[in-house]
């Protein structure tokens, strides 16, 4: 068990866990479940200029930031006039005060004391009982604030601690957890914890992005949104303030640091010299803390491969439909399936097949590229279709990469369906529109998976599918298609029918009598109609039965789910929570 899987070193702890997780939980659902406190951040104007300080593979100097922190009498008198501004009652606190280094928490703790807050700093060597002496003191009110430096990081909790004073950047987001972790400890009488970090214009490599993703969580849209727009989706009971300039440090910040083509290829010319790592997708990705999404952006014009190229560390190479290789490489990204993802890494390997779910995978595998069946994008077969995009030998090891990282990001368990025929689908796994149709064998020399209704009707294996959107926007669907559809808890789902379905139509009773006609129902479900840039795909929440209906042209349907809904995407779909 461990709050900080992402370790400082870079390493995967998963390796001794045989890649797996038994289970999660991040910050915001624990605050959300009453397991820690809620907090108040404030993001307050530092006087400081930091973006012309040295910048190493380890961030900041520490002795250049420790030169002007300390001794810095303008920066000190804000920071005093900041938590009287931000904190309720200066009588209440239980602070911890996070500094650069010894010199600089002696520092704060000698100028908070000469402003009338009684205060003390630790550090590393001091004895075990000054620091239960100091720990004892802040708990009864004697003093306000502890000012540390490479402690209370972890291993120790002061569950009284009410306010963290973040005094300098932190550049491993290991460790900001850790601290802020230090005042999120629920206690009684602690409504909630008062967090003030000190922003100042920072070097053009800092990230300010990673500590606000582990505030808000998964959301859809990025970091930069909420900065600019406000921070309405965090746990209940938590608020983010920004002062406007130092509102205007990050968002300058994030525009200089942003994931341009440029500046990726600018990091990864030196990425093996500056990390100390062999330069792969992987590596890449996790020591930038950065998506697929963000690395490859919304373009469709990044590769890898060609990327390596650019930057001078891979000779180049030739390829006649890069372009549109390199366009339709985002249409993997979201793809969660074991099953699928082991497969495809199979087939690019060893270019066989084995069994009907085999062939219909590879169909997958086909449409999740191209959008038409063979003959029609001048091909001969779907095999013909997949070489023509790993002929080159640089993409095929892209793609593998692609499809090894997905594997190892793996966040939910995939269920065994119970279709009554051979289906390669996996619940609780993502789905675009053409790789579901395409593992219904739904093509041939007229017909392609490419499919724009809701609902849809396999006479021949005895099932309906349902296709549910369900934050529907007036831009992206006519009156006629917002229909009302939501979870009502983790099994049921309520379903609105298509306009012009009635009680006594033909498709009505072939849903309130599947059971009895041995006739199957699935769901599949995506929050949004376009996330990252691209069309959303559908998660699969499988098969379902009938309980109740009521309503005529519309009908309204609720359905009971087979297996329940994960559990991160029930209080998207429960419109009483949103």
């Given at each position: 068990?461990?709050?900080?899987?992402?370790?400082?070193?870079?390493?995967?702890?998963?390796?001794?866990?045989?890649?797996?997780?038994?289970?999660?939980?991040?910050?915001?659902?624990?605050?959300?479940?009453?397991?820690?406190?809620?907090?108040?951040?404030?993001?307050?104007?530092?006087?400081?200029?930091?973006?012309?300080?040295?910048?190493?593979?380890?961030?900041?100097?520490?002795?250049?930031?420790?030169?002007?922190?300390?001794s810095?009498?303008?920066?000190?008198?804000?920071?005093?006039?900041?938590v009287?501004?931000?904190?309720?009652?200066?009588?209440?606190?239980?602070g911890?005060?996070?500094?650069?280094?010894?010199?600089?928490?002696?520092?704060?703790?000698?100028?908070?004391n000469e402003?009338?807050?009684?205060?003390?700093?630790?550090?590393?060597?001091?004895?075990?009982?000054?620091?239960?002496?100091?720990?004892?003191?802040?708990?009864?009110?004697e003093i306000?604030?502890?000012?540390?430096?490479?402690?209370?990081?972890?291993?120790?909790?002061?569950?009284?601690?009410?306010?963290?004073?973040?005094?300098?950047?932190?550049?491993?987001?290991?460790?900001?957890?850790?601290q802020?972790?230090?005042?999120l400890?629920?206690?009684?009488?602690?409504?909630?914890?008062?967090?003030?970090?000190?922003?100042?214009?920072?070097?053009?490599?800092?990230?300010?992005?990673?500590?606000?993703?582990?505030?808000?969580?998964?959301?859809?849209?990025?970091?930069?949104?909420?900065?600019?727009?406000?921070?309405?989706?965090?746990?209940?009971?938590?608020?983010?303030?920004?002062?406007?300039?130092?509102?205007?440090?990050?968002?300058?910040?994030?525009?200089?640091?942003?994931?341009?083509?440029?500046?990726?290829?600018?990091?990864?010319k030196?990425?093996?010299?500056?990390?100390?790592?062999?330069?792969?997708?992987?590596?890449?990705?996790?020591?930038?803390?950065?998506?697929?999404?963000?690395?490859?952006?919304?373009?469709?014009?990044?590769?890898?491969?060609r990327?390596?190229?650019e930057?001078?560390?891979?000779?180049d190479?030739?390829?006649?439909?890069?372009?549109?290789?390199?366009?339709?490489?985002?249409?993997?990204?979201?793809?969660?399936?074991?099953?699928?993802?082991?497969?495809?890494?199979?087939?690019?390997?060893?270019g066989?097949?084995?069994?009907?779910?085999?062939?219909?995978?590879?169909?997958?595998?086909?449409?999740?590229?191209?959008?038409?069946?063979?003959?029609?994008?001048?091909?001969?077969?779907?095999?013909?279709?997949?070489?023509?995009?790993?002929?080159?030998?640089e993409?095929?090891?892209?793609?593998?990469?692609?499809?090894?990282?997905?594997?190892?990001?793996?966040e939910?368990?995939?269920?065994?369906?119970?279709?009554?025929?051979?289906?390669?689908?996996?619940?609780?796994?993502?789905?675009?529109?053409?790789?579901?149709?395409?593992?219904?064998?739904?093509?041939?020399?007229?017909?392609?998976?490419?499919?724009?209704?809701?609902?849809?009707?396999?006479e021949?294996?005895?099932?309906?599918?349902?296709?549910?959107t369900?934050?529907?926007?007036?831009?992206?669907?006519?009156?006629?298609?917002?229909?009302?559809?939501?979870?009502?808890?983790?099994?049921?789902?309520?379903?609105?029918?298509?306009?012009?379905?009635?009680?006594?139509?033909e498709?009505?009773?072939?849903?309130?009598?599947?059971?009895?006609?041995?006739?199957?129902?699935?769901?599949?479900v995506?929050?949004?109609?376009?996330?990252?840039?691209?069309?959303?795909?559908?998660?699969?929440?499988?098969?379902?039965?009938?309980?109740?209906?009521?309503?005529?042209?519309?009908?309204?349907?609720?359905w009971?789910?087979?297996?329940e809904?994960?559990?991160?995407?029930?209080?998207?779909?429960?419109?009483?929570?949103?």
């Amino acid at each position: 068990m461990t709050a900080t899987p992402e370790r400082m070193d870079g390493k995967n702890i998963l390796s001794y866990f045989d890649e797996t997780i038994a289970a999660e939980m991040r910050l915001t659902e624990a605050i959300n479940q009453k397991l820690l406190s809620p907090f108040q951040y404030f993001c307050v104007s530092d006087v400081v200029d930091l973006s012309k300080l040295k910048w190493s593979r380890r961030g900041y100097e520490i002795r250049e930031l420790e030169n002007v922190y300390t001794s810095n009498t303008l920066r000190s008198n804000n920071i005093i006039k900041s938590v009287y501004k931000y904190v309720t009652d200066i009588n209440q606190v239980k602070g911890l005060g996070f500094c650069v280094s010894i010199d600089h928490a002696k520092y704060m703790a000698a100028f908070f004391n000469e402003s009338g807050i009684p205060s003390v700093a630790l550090y590393g060597n001091v004895n075990a009982t000054m620091r239960a002496e100091a720990q004892e003191k802040l708990v009864t009110g004697e003093i306000k604030f502890i000012f540390v430096v490479d402690l209370y990081n972890e291993g120790i909790d002061i569950p009284e601690v009410n306010t963290i004073l973040f005094l300098r950047p932190t550049e491993s987001l290991t460790v900001f957890l850790q601290q802020l972790g230090r005042g999120l400890r629920l206690h009684d009488g602690k409504e909630c914890l008062t967090v003030l970090d000190f922003v100042g214009q920072a070097h053009q490599n800092y990230n300010f992005e990673e500590k606000f993703k582990a505030l808000i969580g998964k959301t859809k849209h990025s970091v930069q949104y909420y900065v600019e727009n406000g921070f309405f989706n965090l746990p209940k009971g938590c608020f983010v303030q920004l002062e406007k300039l130092a509102k205007d440090y990050i968002l300058r910040n994030f525009r200089s640091s942003a994931n341009t083509k440029s500046n990726l290829i600018a990091k990864m010319k030196y990425f093996t010299e500056d990390t100390g790592k062999s330069l792969t997708l992987s590596t890449f990705l996790h020591h930038y803390h950065l998506s697929l999404y963000d690395f490859y952006g919304k373009n469709g014009d990044r590769s890898f491969s060609r990327m390596l190229v650019e930057a001078g560390i891979s000779q180049d190479f030739e390829c006649d439909n890069e372009k549109f290789i390199t366009s339709r490489l985002p249409s993997l990204f979201h793809i969660n399936s074991p099953t699928f993802i082991c497969f495809m890494l199979s087939y690019l390997k060893q270019g066989e097949i084995n069994g009907h779910e085999e062939t219909l995978m590879l169909s997958m595998l086909y449409y999740t590229f191209y959008k038409s069946y063979p003959e029609k994008e001048g091909l001969s077969s779907i095999e013909d279709g997949i070489q023509n995009i790993i002929s080159v030998p640089e993409f095929k090891a892209e793609i593998m990469a692609i499809l090894e990282y997905l594997y190892q990001s793996i966040e939910t368990m995939e269920i065994q369906n119970d279709f009554s025929f051979p289906c390669p689908l996996q619940v609780h796994c993502k789905y675009t529109t053409s790789q579901i149709m395409a593992a219904f064998d739904y093509y041939n020399e007229e017909k392609t998976p490419a499919f724009r209704e809701g609902v849809k009707h396999f006479e021949d294996k005895n099932v309906d599918i349902f296709f549910i959107t369900l934050n529907k926007s007036d831009k992206e669907f006519s009156p006629s298609t917002l229909y009302d559809d939501y979870a009502i808890n983790e099994r049921l789902f309520h379903w609105q029918t298509q306009s012009r379905v009635s009680e006594t139509s033909e498709t009505a009773k072939r849903y309130i009598q599947h059971r009895k006609r041995e006739h199957q129902i699935a769901l599949f479900v995506r929050e949004y109609k376009k996330e990252n840039g691209y069309t959303s795909p559908f998660v699969f929440l499988g098969t379902a039965d009938y309980l109740k209906h009521s309503g005529n042209k519309p009908m309204s349907f609720i359905w009971k789910l087979r297996e329940e809904m994960p559990s991160y995407l029930v209080p998207r779909a429960n419109k009483n929570i949103l």
